[in-house]
């Protein structure tokens, strides 16, 4: 709370200070209503003094109006602290969040992720702006109230607050409670996004295989998980009710008898006895709220605990002190005596080695290909370039400069990546293009996607450029999705570019017409290409053959035909396969 209050809550202190205000002006209007109880009791209904009429309906009167207007302006004032308070909670995590490497999101779901925008932060929104009001209109009208009651009665007063140092064990362990049920009930609602999010993208695949049940029992576990969580947190913050209730009654009970008792044998008068119990009335909700105060509060810091948990992780990609801009000029990309594991560890406890002293020489404006069976380490390779991950061993070099000693920004302003996992926004075609270059024109564009053979399949869509295309471009086909990734690498313009197994995904058609736009715009650019389909590396200036993290081959196409190793017998397959596909094909 006090870190909440430190980076938070303070910034808003001023706002704070109006809402208190008027906490204070309904505290004391609550206060004055009590205490007009003793003259309506003895000047109106015992001395009958009609003059008094006037001048007391009058003042209270005023003092709901007061009550009123001020209730509305401190609530009005939380709700606008309350909410900035998430705003810039979210503003601040998501900043964070979209900082950090690419592991940390290989490690958490997005769900989890997801819900610390949602269920953590407005659950510490409603406590912040809980307690401060508790802490604020409840414990001022509590003050003004217990006021009226030592004033009229002090010896009655030291009766009725009995009740506050025998609820305070009961009502701690409440607390204690409530935020051990709440960070359970946060986690398993992360799960239960992930899991949707999951069913939800991955739709075809469940119906494809019949899978609706199977999915439908997994989310009903999550939702009965919840359910009974959440049931359980109700029932652990209803339990301050009755606690509070009984030792509320036992005081007004205790009080009823001893100050009537007091009434009957003239030791007070009844205003004064009737101005006390509407103060202790007044004072019991307020008190119940206070009670009822730990657990809600134990709620937020829950959803607190789980937030500074993720803006504490630490980025383990760093760009370092004083670096400097990246100055390509002809985009010469190096991999020296270079070495990676991924963090994840084997069952002895040590990690798995991805690269063991890679050696790749990437010349400026010349093609080079990365081929190898699955796990061979080519992606992790591609990863490494724009400092997705650093290496372990060696250095990454880009005209001899170190990867590590310049800025994220020209690193990766540098470098253009289309991928197989062609990513689309749920946008327009023209936004996922313009994603390309901050900026561009819509000339630009245009140009991009007739460069990269979309233009034409992107005028017969129902809006043109303005057609929204789904999530992940669902609206599109394969082939249209991957020549929309080409036109944003093509506005990007970048001297480098990264393609990781671009068309393997594809069927002879449509790789027909993405090869055509990766040609143009592979020209005059250093090219890094994993290649799937050994054909379409064929022309590449130098292929590299990579096995189990390590180099084993490298020359041209022709050169390692000739030396009859692993690349020989790997194109030797795959011509056997398409020349079968072939043929099943005619038949």
């Known amino acids: ?59 209270v009167l005023g003092t709901f109006v007061v ?37 940390f999101f290989h490690e958490n779901a997005t769900g989890t992720l997801v819900s610390r925008f949602t269920v953590d932060i407005s659950s510490m929104r409603v406590a912040v702006a809980h307690a401060i009001t508790v802490f604020g209109k409840d414990m001022l009208s509590l003050i003004g109230l217990v006021s009226v009651l030592f004033i009229q009665d002090w010896e009655l007063a030291l009766i009725a607050f009995f009740v506050f140092p025998v609820a305070i064990l009961p009502i701690a362990r409440i607390g204690r409670r409530m935020r051990k049920v709440t960070i359970n009930t946060q986690e398993e609602v992360g799960q239960l996004t992930t899991t949707l999010e999951q069913t939800f993208q991955g739709v075809r695949m469940v119906k494809a295989y019949s899978m609706e049940d199977y999915e439908r029992g997994r989310v009903a576990k999550l939702v009965e998980s919840i359910f009974q969580l959440q049931f359980k947190g109700t029932r652990t913050r209803s339990l301050s009710s009755p606690i509070m209730e009984t030792l509320g009654g036992v005081a007004i009970s205790v009080i009823i008898i001893y100050g009537g008792y007091r009434v009957i044998q003239d030791a007070t008068d009844a205003g004064s006895f009737f101005s006390f119990i509407t103060a202790l009335l007044l004072a019991y909700e307020p008190m119940k709220r206070l009670a009822n105060l730990n657990a809600t509060v134990q709620e937020g810091l829950a959803g607190a605990q789980r937030t500074y948990q993720a803006l504490d992780h630490a980025n383990s990609i760093m760009e370092k002190d004083g670096a400097e801009h990246l100055h390509v000029q002809g985009g010469e990309l190096k991999f020296e005596d270079v070495s990676f594991s991924y963090p994840k560890t084997n069952k002895d406890g040590l990690h798995d080695a991805a690269l063991n002293n890679v050696n790749i020489t990437v010349p400026a ?89 979309a233009h034409d399949f992107i005028m017969e869509l129902p809006e043109g450029y303005d057609t929204k295309v789904g999530e992940h471009g669902v609206r599109l086909s394969g082939g249209q999705r991957q020549r929309l990734a ?38 005059d650019r250093t090219t890094l290409v994993i290649a799937h389909r050994l054909s379409t590396v064929v022309h590449a200036d130098l292929i590299y053959v990579l096995n189990q993290g390590e180099v084993i081959e490298q020359g041209t196409h022709a050169e390692l035909l000739k030396k009859d190793g692993q690349y020989a017998s790997l194109y030797q397959l795959q011509f056997a396969a398409e020349e079968a596909t072939k043929k099943v094909a005619t038949v």
Not at 1 to 8: A, F, G, K, Q, V
Not at 29 to 50: C, G, H, Q, Y
Not at 498 to 503: C, G, K, Q
């Open 486 to 523: 080409i036109a944003r690498a093509m506005l990007k313009n970048a001297p480098i570019l990264l393609l990781d197994e671009a068309t393997s995904a594809l069927d002879t058609k449509s790789e027909r017409h993405v090869q055509h736009a990766l040609e143009e715009l592979m020209a």
């Open 365 to 453: 404006g010349k093609t080079v290909a990365l081929v190898g069976a699955s796990g061979a380490g080519k992606s992790t390779i591609i990863n490494l370039a724009p400092r997705f991950y650093d290496v372990t061993g060696g250095k990454v070099t880009v005209d001899g400069q170190d990867v590590r000693d310049v800025t994220f920004d020209s690193l990766r302003g540098a470098m253009a990546l289309v991928s197989q996992e062609v990513t689309l926004f749920d946008d327009t075609v023209r936004a996922n293009i313009g994603y390309g270059r901050e900026g561009a024109s819509f000339d630009d564009i245009q140009e991009a996607a007739k460069h990269s053979a």
């Open 1 to 59: 709370m006090s870190r909440l209050w430190r980076e938070h809550i303070r910034n808003y202190f001023g706002w704070l200070l109006l809402a208190l205000f008027f906490m204070a002006l309904m505290a004391g209007a609550t206060a004055l209503s009590a205490w007009l109880m003793e003259p309506v009791v003895n000047e109106i209904f015992i001395a009958r003094d009609k003059d008094m009429l006037w001048w007391i309906g009058g003042a």
């Open 67 to 103: 009550k009123g207007f001020s209730n509305y302006m401190q609530a009005t004032l939380m709700a606008y602290v309350g909410m900035r308070i998430v705003a810039d909670l979210q503003n601040r995590l998501f900043k964070h969040l979209s900082g950090l490497d690419i592991g």
